[in-house]
């Protein structure tokens, strides 16, 4: 049976799209391009806030009137299936995140008993083996945010054990990827369902010895999680195959909100791992994410968020206006009007535009290695740097190649490179 996947959302539900597909593909149902090529399609949904579970659904109706099956996952399984509704609903199976171990399965069943086409060369073309994998670390999550729908679909931490994580770093080194990103919802919770010498710092120190010229990019985590390993994990970041790069959301810099979100942190901790990584790491790329309009925010707790933002200066700020997750408690408090949260979001996405200008700008006149990870148009490339800043090469060097690149110019949200002629 051929299959088209098709995967929304966060890194993590990227990673876990590309194993449904890699596993598909190894028991012999060849994955295509486009659905048009397919005999059934696997959708892994994302549900992070309103707008994306509307385009979830627009996208399942549109597969779900044109092919004989198609397989819904992701963060939309079971809470919100609900809304998948009309007459493709029947040709729809709903398999939850953690069963998705089982598709192969049914797949197999599926075709049991009938002819199974060959597979066409044509169809098996799917292009160079990708220059980035996701290796997942853990499913679900310690917390419990008073606005995280990502936990209600993801249920209660469950970590994967070292063993497998770091024989999923050497399987996509071996596949040729050159950037792996170890993901999950809190990657510095990890291991904390398990037993106490299990955790993060101790993982990386596995993973980094797997050999290779790759390089990790150590995923999203929670100040709460990271505050009481940060020595540790520091140290272990060190290791030669890691990204210089942190991605710790702050959400909101009122303790206030803090507080109301459940986060289990308050501002002064988010500032302080940013600024001891910033130390030890000169380059570091920081990134980090912020919720605004979050139900009962003033104006302070707003102005207090952009000073933060000010002061910490990340070189990426996802922005995003709080939107109510039915089943979350933050769902039943009154909204704040459209129009406040409107002008809110705008003053931050100007604000974090300038500082990550003024970042990148920093970076000019730089040089060093850079990992080929995309091709983009008119003969350009997308490599990411040892600080893992997304540069946009004035050439095309092989996919997975590392090249040396001198930074010529900067956007707000990306470097401009020219390869130099030397070997690295
Ligand atoms: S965990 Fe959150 S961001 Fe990731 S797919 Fe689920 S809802 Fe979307």
Redesign the pocket.
């Known amino acids: 049976m051929r299959v088209y996947v098709e995967s ?3 890194s ?2 990227q990673g876990e799209g590309a194993a449904i597909a890699r596993a598909l593909d190894a028991r012999g149902h060849p994955v295509v391009g486009s659905p048009d090529d397919a005999d059934a399609a696997v959708l ?5 806030i309103g707008p ?1 579970e509307a385009r979830m659904v627009r996208r399942w109706r549109t597969l779900a009137d044109r092919m004989p099956r198609v397989v819904v996952t ?2 939309l399984v079971p809470l919100r299936t609900d809304l998948l509704t009309g007459p493709g609903r029947d040709r729809t199976t709903f398999v939850p995140i953690r069963a998705q171990a089982s598709l192969p399965d049914l797949f197999d069943g599926w075709t049991r008993g009938s002819v199974v086409p060959p597979p066409s060369p044509i169809l098996l073309q799917l292009g160079p083996p990708p220059a980035t994998a996701e290796v997942i670390l853990a499913q679900g999550c310690t917390s419990g945010c008073s606005y ?3 936990r209600l ?2 249920g209660s931490l469950t970590s994967v054990p070292s063993e497998e994580v770091a024989a999923g770093v050497a399987a996509a080194a071996a596949r040729g990827a050159v950037e792996i990103r170890l993901t999950g ?1 809190d990657t510095a919770a990890w291991g904390v369902d398990l037993a106490p010498e299990h955790r993060l710092p101790g993982l990386l120190r596995a993973v980094d010895r797997v050999a290779g010229e790759h390089r990790i990019r150590v995923g999203m985590m929670s100040p709460q999680s990271l505050a009481p390993i940060r020595d540790d994990y520091w140290d272990a970041l060190r290791g030669p195959h890691f990204f210089r790069f942190l991605h710790l959301p702050l959400q909101s810099g009122s303790d206030r909100v803090l507080a109301e979100m459940r986060r289990g942190y308050d501002a002064a901790t988010f500032e302080a791992c940013t600024r001891e990584a910033r130390e030890r790491f000169p380059g570091l790329h920081l990134a980090t994410d912020v919720i605004v309009g979050f139900p009962g925010e003033t104006l302070d707790d707003h102005r207090a968020t952009e000073a933060v933002i000010d002061r910490v200066r990340p070189e990426t700020v996802n922005v995003t206006r709080f939107s109510p997750r039915p089943g979350t408690p933050a769902a039943r408090r009154a909204p704040l009007p459209p129009r406040v949260a409107k002008s809110r979001s705008r003053a931050l996405t100007e604000l974090r535009r300038r500082i990550a200008r003024e970042r990148m700008e920093e970076r000019i006149g730089t040089d060093g290695p850079a990992w080929v990870v995309e091709h983009g148009p008119d003969g350009t490339a997308v490599a990411r740097t040892a600080s893992y800043l997304p540069v946009v090469l004035d050439r095309r060097p092989a996919l997975g190649s590392i090249v040396p690149v001198a930074i010529v110019g900067a956007r707000s949200t990306y470097l401009l490179g020219r390869v130099r002629d030397e070997s690295f």
């Open positions: 929304y959302g966060c993590q539900n892994v949904t994302c549900g992070v994306t992701g963060c995280c729908f990502s679909a993801r919802l």
